[in-house]
């Protein structure tokens, strides 16, 4: 047994919301919200998760796949390797449309890190 504790991507429950398949991996074995934690949200081919707000930050790392942020009614296309920050109160969803899975890490957190501003 290794002494890193590991939360592993297919051993976190996965469950829907705001559209995509969420997997909430730190902190371990919590179910509900929590005031910082990471989790990979995976959006399916050819959909949009529903436009939603929350009064947290939200740092997106996109993994694999492409495809649409949509924030406050402006967007822009993402892809591999893009990091964003989705800044509290803003309306955001995503859009995928090339028939394969936008999966994104997140990283949620009452201030925002690593953005100017």
């Known amino acids: 047994m290794s002494p890193l504790p590991i ?10 919301e705001h559209g995509c398949t969420f997997r909430r991996v730190l902190p371990w074995g919590l179910a509900g919200p929590s005031e910082t934690g990471m989790g990979i949200c995976t959006v399916p081919p050819n959909t949009r998760t529903v436009p939603h707000s929350h009064p947290d930050f939200e740092h997106f790392y996109v993994a694999r796949g492409s495809g649409r942020a949509h924030v406050d009614g402006e967007s822009t296309d993402i892809g591999p390797g893009d990091a964003f920050v989705i800044h509290a109160m803003q309306v955001h969803h995503f859009e995928t449309d ?17 953005a100017a501003g």
Request: hydrophobic residues 30%; without cysteine; glycine residues 8%.
């Open 7 to 16: 939360q592993r991507r297919d051993q976190a429950p996965a469950y829907e």
């Open 98 to 114: 090339d028939g394969n899975d936008l999966e994104m890490v997140s990283i949620w957190s009452p201030t925002p890190f690593g």
